[in-house]
């Protein structure tokens, strides 16, 4: 078993050529090339030492080491949306967040946050007044 994790490029386009069942079909989804598709997809083959698709005229269809990949990688790639996703949903998307080390809030951070906010009053109601440690 390899540990090593092919180039996620490879691997989505593997996933988009699998969803859609046709390299042409995912090369216009990405705005690439068919042979750009199939070129990823070889490779990504070569390094898992399998087939993943059985090519036909104008058509793929996924082998069972396809299946099984495809399978693992779709629920991957709709975590990874989820979290595009919740970024845009954020529900306070004016508010910020700032993490740093303890020295450098105590010594530099806090003794400016006070002239922050005299300087920039029209954000004060988007500034927490709330520290914390």
């Not at 995912?26 to 399998?50: D, F, K, M, N, P």
């Not at 082998?63 to 954020?90: A, C, M, P, W, Y």
């Not at 020295?103 to 007044?129: M, T």
Request: hydrophobic fraction near 40%.
């Amino acid at each position: 078993m390899k540990d090593k994790l092919p180039p996620l490029q490879g691997l989505y386009y593997f996933y988009q050529a699998a969803k859609l069942g046709s390299f042409k079909d995912a090369a216009a989804t990405l705005y690439v090339s068919a042979a750009a598709i199939s070129q990823q997809i070889r490779q990504l083959e070569e390094q898992l030492g399998c087939e993943l698709f059985y090519r036909q005229h104008r058509k793929v269809m996924l082998t069972t080491e396809g299946h099984s990949l495809f399978k693992e990688l779709s629920q991957g790639f709709e975590h990874i949306l989820r979290g595009v996703q919740s970024i845009h949903n954020d529900a306070e998307p004016n508010r910020l967040s700032i993490s740093t080390l303890p020295s450098f809030a105590q010594h530099w951070l806090v003794p400016r946050i006070q002239s922050f906010r005299e300087q920039y009053q029209s954000l004060a109601y988007y500034l927490s007044p709330i520290i914390n440690w």
